[in-house]
């Protein structure tokens, strides 16, 4: 179908073609048959809008019947012979129409004998079809009631019988519990889902719609429903332009979640969405909803004129709220009047005052914004949860966590000052002791000093410990000589001798720690074995203080030698430590956190510090098991942390005073026409505010789902169509205009636009309704002649049929795998992506990011619904699938058939991953043979049994590639070896692999990306 | 022919394909297409099949038709993101060196509007070349001596020195030349391209996108959407040809297959594919297949073409060695004559280190030097191998810079963003040879005569192609879109 999509004026045809089946005795429909001639061919020149015809000017309007017989160009007793027929059909280039020039077709003589016939009938004119309120229709008489399961059939089966045909006969219970699932969920049904529903002995419809109900009550139902309104809602997680950085506006994505799983009626989540700040009975949830209009894209880059972007984001707000709830092109009229439909671009400039009052800047415009929790806010309940296991378990493992204590607080170090001795200066300084056993160097400066420090040791030496202090004599009153404050020491030796005769020996240093460290000085320099410019400093020119290093020795040194410690200052600059004191410990020193959480008494400890003074103790001491426990508890306990973190999400806001808005010549920003000012409103031909009520986005909002409103319900209940069907009953879902395509069952669409409202715009009920329809419930089984006769199945003569979207095709292979991590909401996360992709494309330094590559399941095997999206670069096998870039809104998708999907299908780690986990996952299915296990991954992935010439070729792949890696183990283990979710304990890798190579033909069927 | 006629041709997809010369795809013009390339009649079933599914002119091997003789097959754009100086390259202004460190008059700027980074400014002082500009060739071309290897092809190179363009900054200024809008939401120029015309080679895609390393520290970024496909079909967007991991994404088999293992899968895939077909009668089945045939065959194209060592030493003479290193400028250069090479239609380049609002002295010569030995040696090579004439090559950033100084002082100073004129130039695909068109005043401020627009531009672009820009149009909310939106005129005085 979608080679048809691309013919922008296939629409035409299609009212040809229905047109064409009625018959010579059929009067003329002004909406269906004659509106879209004269739109497509006239109104670009003879249309709304006045501007029109670019120079050459010309009054007459064909939109307008007063017009058209002001200029005389209709002769009600000689149709043939009227003005207007003689002009399309001119032979004469100069006088005919459409002008050559324009690029618009002649009229084809059926077109032509149309307007003819509509002459001769009195060249009546219409509202255009979508602007006249939608009545429930009569349904119409049927025949055979084993075709009618609900309404929908009898006006599907009686456009058929125009036709001469049927519809199909109902398909089978596979197809149809795959096809639902789909639809409603966005996931594939479960093996034992479709066994339970094909072994229902219930009556099909009876089982089926336990299943519907089931659906529409999973999580998974709200997810899949919000899917495509993000789509609808631009919504992304990067700003857009330039550098294109994050945003976190995820806690709204939740909101809609949340919405469409409680089934909140269509009508409160428009107001919400539009306006929900502006209720009287305004919460934080309802202004969290108001994210929708504040999805844009924002620009930071710092060189634009800050009105010109505010303008666009505005700009933007209307062209998207028109197209969502109203399929209207308003975007045409931003420059000029619309050049086929009653949208003035007056009308446009007031629309667009209900979206200018907002308190934002064009640059950076972040604000305003809301700290709101996300609706459902599961994140920091899981995350809970798992705390609590994992604590549960921790504590059944009975660690000695007092007796550990009190070990280790044997162990922290006592240190002994040494007073000094013999202090030596090779640059000529002078030492001079202090009261606290300190040493201030004195005297001379050079610019490299290295100082020597004796001692003889009294008990044995497991650690030293070197004191950088402060003096007032010093530089700025630091602890250095040097001329900023700073000091860099650049090595730390320590030596011993035995006795008097020996010569000093070093003694190996096994690591040393400090409680400051400068970027790139850092103290391990100190004993790196390299005597240079590198080494310890402490940023003492801006932050001069008492610093501590310490160095534990690998074996300690026995009483009774003499040690001679080396302090050696390379760096230049007089970069000396001016005054220092050592000490000397029997015991090593713990570092860090361990030592400082055993200094708080027991009674002053933080629940906090409490967890962490154990968790460090088992890292300590504990068993390997015991120690995962903690490492898995520590993980967790920081994702809490992040969880209940919650950012601020940009909303929609009202300024106390509405900002002036004029009409903006040829809608630049900086061009406002004074003369023209206009105030809050719609175009007249599509309706009015309600007088006495809110004339802002609340009037607007309230207007939209209002029963006095032709559109929101049938635009809606269009794109529900499209999903399913895959073409909407107006396959221009976003064009209800009169450029737009007319409906191919407008009696079906107004029935179920009156349905969708009168039962209070109950979004499930309506999709219960469609689901439930033999028309959606038909095979998709076709003959090829079948085929020709309706390829994109516009008759509706048989089922659905249509590729999944790119984002359930990801999710069906995480499903089918059993990978799939069923989490809803929270931040979104960072699955399996090329290296390198964000970088290549955006690497300022400072401005730009790489991807950050995870490699935790709770990010990579999320639903695609939550993949961190980025607008400049988007998931690219995302948008291989046609996934929009999410810059603007888009509201139907194309539907493409391409190399590069293979490809990505065949290598993208995300799926080669999930092929070993299906092949896992047909391992341990107990199923006895291999054809069974390879028939059980097949049934995972189509929903069906494999027939047995299906099987009969997987069984000789796997064969053939079992005996392969039986003498190729490394390639086996390559195979089994892509992605990062690892599959332990493997008793036959040849096996795996092989069925590993199965899963991935399995998962690179048609039918595995195909809903039929 | 009449829509109506055209739908029911169009009915039996098969017919369709086998039909005649009369299949305008895309184009609402029907009454003067023309025909290149090998017949529709002469592609297998695959091809036809995947030209069906994914619209006009995707059928790889199979151009589309056209409205008149194309000059050019193909189009090589080096686009030098960040924005070029004009007046330290292409355009000469003599007058400057009196005029240096003068304070740009008012009645000279006009009035108009300048970016949020030198609009805070109390002076304007001009600033001359920061290097001399010398004549070359037999036709005199005037280019400075920042770009010495651009001497070499003055005579093959159209040099235009009156482009101007309406956006400001880099975001909606690159966007307007990719897309013809300064917003997101339209397709670019090689998705037109793609859509129009498809590719001529069977086993690449009609658009690849080559992006260079970036080396300057304050590197514009680039944006998926300059070669996406926006409204057209997503098949049409550009193909990214990596210089690092797998060329084309998601092309190696991970797990280590050999191409004929994978060629047995495929079979396996297929022959399963084939007897669903036969159980469900949908001819997406047998497109899939053929696309699946295509991504195979890409396995071994796109290696062989990113595979440099067959070529000679003379190569690397003429590239310089840059050329070695994958995703340098010269390398892409090369890899873009490669591609051209085996058919591809529409080929861009993507240089981003030009935006210098401080230092531009020396950061201009830098990335110069980096640019300046691969352009030249590919017009230079596409010559010699007789593709020049029908290949078009165009050069150049979103924008110029101004002659005034962006703070820093005589010696070392910035230049802000130039909308009101810039120079770029063109070479091959039926273009004038050592040819200069338009001037600008004085001060290299405005454009004195024949002022060409990014419109006016692409407008020409798609006529050397064999396109009427005005009939290439695709609907979408109602509208027949257009690369050229309702503007854009072929500039005819440059054509050859």
Redo the contacts between chains.
């Keep these: 179908m979608p080679f048809l999509k691309i013919f922008g004026f296939t629409f035409v045809c299609w009212v040809l073609i229905l047109r064409a089946s009625y018959g010579e005795d059929e009067t003329v429909d002004f909406n269906r048959d004659v509106r879209p001639i004269l739109s497509d061919r006239c109104f670009l020149c003879h249309g709304p809008d006045r501007a029109s015809a670019e120079g050459k000017a010309t009054d007459l309007r064909l939109d307008d019947r007063a017009s058209a017989i002001e200029f005389g160009i209709f002769d009600f007793d000689n149709p043939t012979k009227s003005e207007l027929i003689a002009r399309v059909t001119s032979a004469d280039l100069d006088s005919r129409m459409p002008p050559p020039d324009s690029q618009k077709h002649s009229l084809s003589g059926e077109e032509v004998k149309i307007l003819s016939l509509w002459i001769s009938e009195g060249a009546k004119y219409e509202k255009h079809w979508s602007y006249l309120f939608p009545q429930r229709p009569d349904l119409p008489e049927i025949k055979n009631p084993a075709n009618f399961f609900n309404a929908i059939d009898a006006f599907v089966v009686d456009r058929l019988k125009l036709e001469d045909r049927k519809p199909a006969g109902v398909a089978d219970r596979n197809a149809l519990i795959r096809r639902v699932t789909f639809d409603l969920t966005g996931l594939p049904p479960s093996v034992t889902e479709i066994e339970a529903f094909v072994n229902d002995e219930d009556p099909l419809r009876v089982a089926y719609e336990k299943v519907v109900d089931r659906l529409l009550s999973s999580t998974h139902y709200g997810e899949q429903m919000a899917r495509f309104w993000l789509d609808s809602a631009r919504y992304a997680d990067t700003s857009g332009y330039q550098y294109d950085r994050e945003r976190k506006q995820w806690v709204w994505r939740d909101w809609v979640i949340n919405a469409f799983n409680t089934n909140m009626p269509f009508d409160q989540f428009t107001i919400e969405q539009i306006a929900g700040d502006l209720l009287p009975e305004a919460t934080d949830q309802t202004r969290l909803a108001t994210g929708f209009n504040r999805n844009h894209p924002i620009t930071i880059e710092g060189g634009v004129v800050d009105e010109e972007y505010r303008t666009e984001y505005v700009i933007d707000r209307v062209v998207t709220t028109s197209t969502v709830w109203l399929g209207q092109t308003f975007t045409c009229a931003r420059c000029h009047d619309h050049k086929y439909d009653p949208v003035s671009q007056e009308d446009f400039y007031r629309f667009y005052a209900f979206f200018n009052n907002v308190p934002e800047r064009g640059l950076n415009g972040f604000t305003p914004n809301l700290v709101v929790a996300s609706p459902l806010d599961a994140a920091q309940e899981k995350w809970e949860n798992q705390v609590a296991k994992l604590e549960e378990k921790l504590a059944e493992l009975n660690t000695p966590i007092n007796q550990w204590e009190i070990d280790v607080r044997k162990q922290v170090a006592k240190w002994k000052i040494l007073p000094p001795v013999k202090v030596v200066s090779s640059g000529g300084a002078t030492p001079k002791t202090m009261e606290d056993q300190s040493v201030l160097m004195v005297g001379k400066n050079p610019t490299k000093d290295d100082y020597e420090f004796v001692f003889k040791t009294e008990q044995s030496v497991a650690a030293i410990r070197l004191e950088a202090m402060v003096d007032p004599a010093l530089v700025n009153g630091s602890a250095s000589r040097g001329f900023n404050g700073n000091y860099v020491l650049s090595e730390f030796v320590v030596e011993v001798k035995s006795g008097d005769d020996a010569s000093y020996e070093p003694v190996k240093i096994a690591s040393a720690s400090a409680d400051y460290e400068q970027n790139r000085f850092t103290v391990d320099l100190t004993i790196d074995g390299r005597v240079d410019a590198t080494g310890w400093a402490v940023d003492g020119n801006t932050r001069p203080d008492n610093r501590v290093a310490m160095y534990s020795l690998e074996t300690p040194i026995p009483p009774g030698m003499a040690v001679r410690i080396k302090m050696l200052h390379r760096y230049g600059s007089s970069h000396q430590i001016g005054r220092f004191r050592i000490s000397a410990s029997a015991t090593a020193p713990m570092v860090g956190p361990l030592e400082d959480l055993l200094a708080i008494d027991l009674a002053n400890r933080s629940v906090d510090q409490t967890n962490q003074l154990r968790e460090l103790l088992v890292i300590k001491f504990g068993s390997e098991e015991a120690r995962e426990i903690v490492k898995e508890l520590r993980f967790v306990r920081a994702e809490l942390k992040k969880a209940s973190i919650v950012p601020a999400t940009m909303v929609m806001q009202e300024m106390p005073q509405p900002r002036p808005v004029f009409v903006l010549e040829r809608g630049e920003y900086d061009k406002p026409i004074k003369e023209r000012p206009v105030s809050p409103g719609l175009p007249a031909a599509i309706g009015a505010l309600e007088v006495g009520g809110p004339q802002n986005r609340l009037g607007l909002a309230q207007w939209l789902v209002s029963s006095e409103q032709p559109l929101t319900a049938r635009v809606t209940i269009n794109r529900y169509w499209q999903r399913l069907f895959g073409v909407g009953i107006v396959k221009t879902s976003e064009d209800f205009g009169a450029q737009g395509e007319y409906p191919s069952h407008p009696d079906l669409l107004d029935w179920l636009a009156v349905e969708f409202m009168e039962s209070g715009w109950d979004v499930k009920a309506i999709l219960k309704t469609i689901v439930s329809s033999r028309t959606y419930m038909q095979s998709s089984r076709i003959a090829e002649s079948d085929y020709q006769w309706d390829p994109e199945n516009r008759f509706l003569a048989r089922g659905p049929r249509v590729r999944l979207d790119a984002e359930e095709i990801r999710d069906n292979a995480l499903a089918v795998s059993g990978l799939l991590d069923g989490k809803t909401g929270g931040a979104s996360v960072y699955p399996y992506h090329p290296q390198g992709l964000w970088m290549e494309v955006n690497n300022r330094p400072g401005y730009s990011r790489a991807y950050p590559h995870q490699t935790r399941a709770e990010q990579l095997l999320r639903r695609t619904l939550y993949t961190f999206w980025k607008r400049t670069v988007p998931p690219p096998s995302m948008a291989t699938f046609d996934a929009p870039s999410r810059e603007y809104c888009v509201v139907r998708r194309s539907s493409t058939n391409t190399p590069l999907q293979a490809l990505v299908m065949l290598h993208d780690p995300q799926f080669v991953e999930a092929a070993r986990f299906l092949a896992k996952r047909m391992l341990d299915s107990a199923q006895p043979s291999v054809e069974s296990r390879i028939a059980f991954g097949f049934k995972c992935c189509t929903s069906r049994d494999p027939t047995g010439a299906e099987l009969k070729i997987l069984v000789t792949a796997y064969q053939q590639r079992l005996d392969q890696y039986r003498t190729d183990l490394p390639a086996a283990d390559q195979a089994l070896g892509v992605g990062g979710i690892k599959i332990t304990a493997v008793v036959d890798r040849a096996e795996l692999a092989a069925l590993t190579q199965v899963a991935r033909m399995l998962m690179n069927l048609s039918e595995f990306l195909t809903k039929g | 022919m ?6 029911c041709q ?4 098969r017919q369709f394909l086998g039909a005649s010369s009369r299949v305008g ?2 184009m ?3 009454y003067s297409l023309m025909r290149s390339g090998k017949p529709l009649t002469a592609m297998d079933d695959q091809q036809k099949s ?1 030209a ?5 002119g995707y059928g790889p091997g199979n151009p589309g038709p056209v409205h008149f003789p194309p000059t050019a097959k193909r189009v090589i754009y080096l686009c030098q993101s960040g924005a070029p100086s004009q007046i330290d390259t292409f355009d000469y202004k003599p007058t400057l060196s009196k005029l240096n460190g003068q304070n740009l008059p008012d009645s000279i700027r006009n009035g108009q ?1 300048l ?3 030198t609009s805070g400014q109390t002076k304007f002082p001009a600033a001359q070349s920061i290097a001399p500009f010398r004549q070359h060739g037999k036709s005199g071309q005037w280019i400075s001596d920042l770009l010495p290897h651009h001497h070499k092809i003055a005579d093959d190179i159209c040099v235009i020195n009156s482009m101007y363009t309406e956006a ?4 909606p200024a690159i966007t307007f030349f990719q897309t013809g809008h300064q ?3 339209r397709p670019s120029i090689g998705a037109w391209t793609s859509y129009g015309l498809g590719s001529e080679s069977e086993n690449l ?1 009609a658009y690849v996108v080559l ?1 260079d ?2 080396s300057d ?3 514009q ?5 300059l070669w ?1 496909s926006a409204f ?4 049409h ?1 550009g ?1 990214k040809l ?1 210089s ?3 060329p ?10 050999s191409l004929a ?2 060629r ?2 495929l079979d ?2 297929a ?3 084939d ?2 077909k036969q ?7 047998d ?3 053929a ?2 045939e ?2 195979y065959r ?1 396995q071994t194209s796109v290696p062989d073409l990113t595979d440099i060592s067959s070529e000679p030493e003379s190569t690397f003479k003429l590239y310089g060695d840059d050329a070695k290193q994958p995703g340098t400028h010269a390398a892409n250069c090369l890899l873009a004559r490669r591609l051209a090479e085996k058919g591809v239609r529409f080929i861009q380049i993507y240089h981003r280190g030009w935006d210098h609002h401080s230092g531009l002295p020396s950061r201009h010569r830098k990335i110069a030097k980096e640019v300046d030995q691969g352009s030249a040696a590919l017009v230079m090579d596409l010559k010699a191998r007789g593709m020049l004439e029908d290949t078009l090559v165009i050069w150049g950033g979103e924008f110029g810079r101004t002659v005034y100084r962006q703070g820093g002082n005589e010696s070392n100073f910035g230049r ?2 130039h909308p009101r004129c810039f120079s770029i130039w063109m070479a091959g695909g039926g273009i004038k040879q050592g040819y200069r068109h338009g001037e600008t005043d004085d001060w290299c401020y405005n454009i004195t005569r024949d002022p060409m627009h990014v419109h006016d531009l692409n407008a020409t672009l798609l006529h050397t192609l064999g396109i009427n820009h ?2 290439l ?8 879109y257009r690369l050229t939106d309702v503007h854009g005129k072929v500039v005819q005085s440059i054509l050859a």
Excluded: C, W
């Excluded at chain 2, 009449?2 to 739908?7: E, I, L, T, V």
């Excluded at chain 2, 970024?221 to 959407?225: A, E, G, I, Q």
């Excluded at chain 2, 084309?248 to 297959?257: E, F, H, I, R, S």
């Design positions: 009449h829509p109506f006629d055209d739908y169009r009915q039996n997809r795809i895309g609402a013009a029907f995947l069906i599914s994914n619209g006009p509007r970016t949020g980074m400001i900054n880099h975001d917003q997101p939401g895609p992006l390393k970036n520290p304050e590197a970024p680039n944006y998926s959407r996406g057209l079909p997503s098949n967007q193909v990596r690092e991991g797998n084309v994404l998601y092309l190696k088999d991970p797990t280590g297959g293992q994978q047995k899968m396996g895939i022959r399963l594919n007897l669903h159980q469900v009668g949908d001819p997406e089945i497109t899939r297949v696309a699946y295509m991504a890409m802000d963003h005005e009939a149009t695709y609907r979408f909310q109602g509208r027949d």
